[in-house]
């Protein structure tokens, strides 16, 4: 392979190195070498070496890989939001980058996930145990990603995220605050996590599988409180100016009505920083 090993670092390679990426990039590059594959290496983080390829074009993966791999954390995010990009993104390229990896072992291969493979819309506890059967196309394709990063030759870890929010995630909070949300009563259980919240887990379970700690195949990476989404946009309503509902506005969510239980990754010894949605965008709003 093309690049040799610079040190006695672990080496570490984000496959998908934008916005959630780079932010865990940046988090492991003090204590590691990290490499960040991307199609334009450029945009990766300050002191993470870029790689430039694209998984969805295998020819553009030769030589490019580190010989010093220790964890691969996939996190691509999908270049159109159907059943193919879906597909290209969690299927066709984890496959091409574990075919041009070959032989080389991995201590873990971390697969970024999604809540959305959990379909149940009754209120129920989802956890890591829980039945993930999504009637959506593009869940399919994720369930799918995550069964190739299973059924590979290296241990692999589950992370599934449910929806993430933070200062470079604004949406909802601007839908709330310009009256494009007007959820009905009572409103379906959403989850969330905060973005910092997102990338210090997968660097949280990284660090643990470099020490050789033993983990489970699956996380459910969800904050500390499901809560029902007319709730938050009531409590976002008393925190700021907020303009009257439209007519058009956004009556419910879009992902059933589950309540996320992150029980299993509390265990692990994470520690939220952002615990609840309240924390997480009352800081948001005092930033502005």
């Known amino acids: 392979m093309a690049i040799a090993d610079r040190n006695s ?44 390829a694209d998984l969805t074009r295998p020819e553009t993966l030769v030589g490019k890989l580190p010989d010093n791999l220790d964890t691969i954390i ?13 597909r290209d993104a969690y299927v066709y390229g984890l496959s091409n980058l574990l075919e041009a990896l070959g032989n080389n072992p991995l201590k873990r291969l971390f697969f970024i996930s999604s809540t959305s493979v959990y379909a149940q819309d009754d209120d129920s506890l989802v956890d890591e145990s829980s039945t993930a059967s999504p009637t959506r196309v593009t869940g399919q394709q994720i369930l ?19 929806g993430i929010y933070g200062p470079s995630r604004r949406r909802f909070l601007e839908e709330v605050i310009e009256g494009r949300m007007n959820p009905v009563r009572p409103a379906p ?15 949280h379970l990284n660090e643990l599988a ?35 509902p439209v007519t058009e506005a956004r009556k419910g969510g ?35």
């Open 144 to 162: 799918a990603g995550e069964r190739t990063a299973l059924d590979s030759d290296h241990p692999a870890t589950i992370v599934r995220f449910s």
């Open 74 to 86: 996939y996190c691509l995010t999908p270049s159109s939001y159907d059943e193919k990009g879906y």
């Open 9 to 52: 670092r672990p080496g570490i390679l984000i496959a998908g190195c934008g916005k959630l990426g780079g932010a865990i990039a940046s988090m492991l590059k003090e204590s590691a070498q990290v490499y960040g594959l991307r199609r334009n290496p450029a945009k990766v983080p300050e002191g993470v070496e870029g790689i430039g």
């Open 254 to 288: 879009r992902a059933g009505s589950k309540r996320c239980n992150n029980r299993r990754l509390l265990q692990t010894g994470f520690t939220f920083r952002y615990p609840d949605f309240r924390a997480g965008y009352r800081k948001m709003i005092e930033k502005g």
């Open 189 to 203: 259980f959403s989850n969330r996590i905060h973005e910092e919240d997102a990338a210090a887990a997968v660097a």
């Open 210 to 244: 470099l020490a050789g700690k033993p983990l489970d195949t699956c996380y459910v990476a969800s904050d500390c409180e499901p809560v029902r989404l007319d709730e938050v946009v009531d409590w976002v309503r008393e925190q700021v100016p907020c303009a009257q």
